[in-house]
């Protein structure tokens, strides 16, 4: 499953545009009600929302080996959260690595090394090695619900989690759903919960438009009727 555009919402595109332009130094194009973001092989997009409050979690890739590099570079440029004194961490369970920082709107993003991934490098970690958009957090009232209609819909599978009340992560290491219920902390203790914010994501593999607000889901494949589906 492959992330190809996340629309996301804001209500400050300026301070969005010089976050990810000067400081994550990625392309950026900016509009009077839209930033757009590159990001390796995906397309970050913000939408301008007046008074919009709240927290996103999506996360990006860098090569396996690279994780250490990558939050040197990253903590030259802003602060990393911590737990205890650490601001990497490891997971067995994923095989991988991983940082975690903010945005400028409070956004909560990730660095992270999946090392079942054959992408090592040995060059110096810059920018470029920030590989596409491969987690999207989705705040719900009824995780097994939500999972289970992704599942069904998109054809994919729960990648951790499965049949959990709380977490469930939908989708492969190329392109993951982290789906929660919404009174559930963000990792690692953000003080942010899930939430039921909207999210609209474009997945190019397989080829399909996937809103979700307040509960509700819309899910639209090629060649199919859009179907909708509200979670309780």
Do not use: C
Request: no cysteine; proline share 3%.
């Amino acid at each position: 499953m492959y992330i190809q555009e996340l629309i996301l919402q804001t209500d400050n595109l300026d301070a969005q545009a010089t976050f990810y332009r000067d400081i994550l130094r990625l392309p950026v194009e900016l509009a009077a009600d839209r930033l757009q973001v590159t990001v390796g092989r995906s397309r970050l997009v913000f939408s301008h929302k007046t008074g919009w409050r709240g927290a996103y979690h999506f996360a990006f890739d860098v090569p396996e080996n690279q994780l250490e590099a990558a939050s040197g570079w990253l903590t030259e440029r802003t602060n990393l959260i911590e737990l205890n004194g650490q601001s990497r961490f490891h997971s067995d369970g994923w095989n991988a690595d991983m940082s975690y920082f903010r945005d400028a709107a409070g956004n909560i993003l990730e660095l992270i090394a999946r090392h079942h991934q054959a992408n090592a490098t040995t060059h110096p970690f810059s920018e470029r090695d920030l590989l596409a958009i491969t987690e999207i957090g989705l705040g719900t009232r009824d995780v097994r619900s939500m999972v289970g209609h992704l599942m069904a819909e998109l054809g994919v599978r729960t990648y951790d989690g499965g049949g959990s009340s709380s977490f469930s992560a939908v989708g492969d290491e190329h392109g993951l759903f982290i789906v929660v219920h919404h009174e559930r902390e963000w990792y690692p203790q953000t003080g942010q919960r899930g939430e039921l914010h909207p999210v609209t994501v474009r997945l190019g593999q397989p080829n399909a438009l996937v809103q979700v607000e307040n509960g509700v889901i819309r899910i639209n494949q090629r060649a199919t009727a859009n179907r909708i589906f509200e979670v309780i």
